[in-house]
């Protein structure tokens, strides 16, 4: 444990921060199982509404820095495949 004040407080931040970080890429995973159920089961409109909820959020999630940038580009682009190939 740090003896610097200045430290323990930084120490703090992380952890609420990694706290935060871990709840977001939780509802993250969540919201992209949704969409790959909605397909799976042929549901269309489903998959669109999923995939549409999960796309905000991955854009949510890269500006707020909890994902990068093209990590969530790449992760949107898959939802939104999965999602079209029910309606074809």
Do not use: F, P
């Amino acid at each position: 444990m740090a003896n610097i004040k200045s430290q323990k407080k930084r120490n703090i931040q992380n952890e609420k921060r990694h706290q935060r970080n871990v709840a977001t890429k939780s509802a993250l995973k969540t919201s992209t199982k949704r969409v790959h159920t909605a397909a799976a089961a042929g549901d269309a409109d489903e998959a669109t509404t999923a995939q549409l909820e999960a796309a905000r959020a991955l854009d949510k999630a890269a500006s707020r820095g909890i994902l990068h940038k093209k990590t969530a580009a790449r992760r949107k682009s898959r939802l939104a495949k999965a999602a079209n190939a029910t309606t074809a």
